[in-house]
């Protein structure tokens, strides 16, 4: 695929790292936008192969919630 492209073959980072990069990327998208956005038919198929865990995005995930009234330490 590099070559159709005319761009210099770069170790381990394939058609797959990058579509998993724009995936976990695009984390807080909606399953529904993120699947047209990157071509998937199956939203599923960005669960299970494609986005993956990050310590910064799980910290700004925690960041980003709001405690209900009258939780424990809110």
């Given amino acids: 695929m590099d ?3 005319n761009l210099e073959h770069v170790s381990g980072l394939g058609w ?5 990069k724009f995936a976990t990327d695009l984390s807080g998208a909606s399953l529904k936008h993120l699947s047209r956005l990157g071509g998937w038919k199956d939203p ?3 669960l299970k192969c494609y986005q993956s865990a990050d310590e910064e995005s799980m ?5 980003e919630r709001k405690v209900a009234r009258g939780a424990v330490g809110g």
Avoid: E, G, V
């Fill in 59 to 63: 910290q700004a995930a925690l960041a």
């Fill in 16 to 20: 797959h790292d990058l579509r998993r």
């Fill in 3 to 5: 070559k159709l492209a």
């Fill in 44 to 46: 599923q198929t960005i």
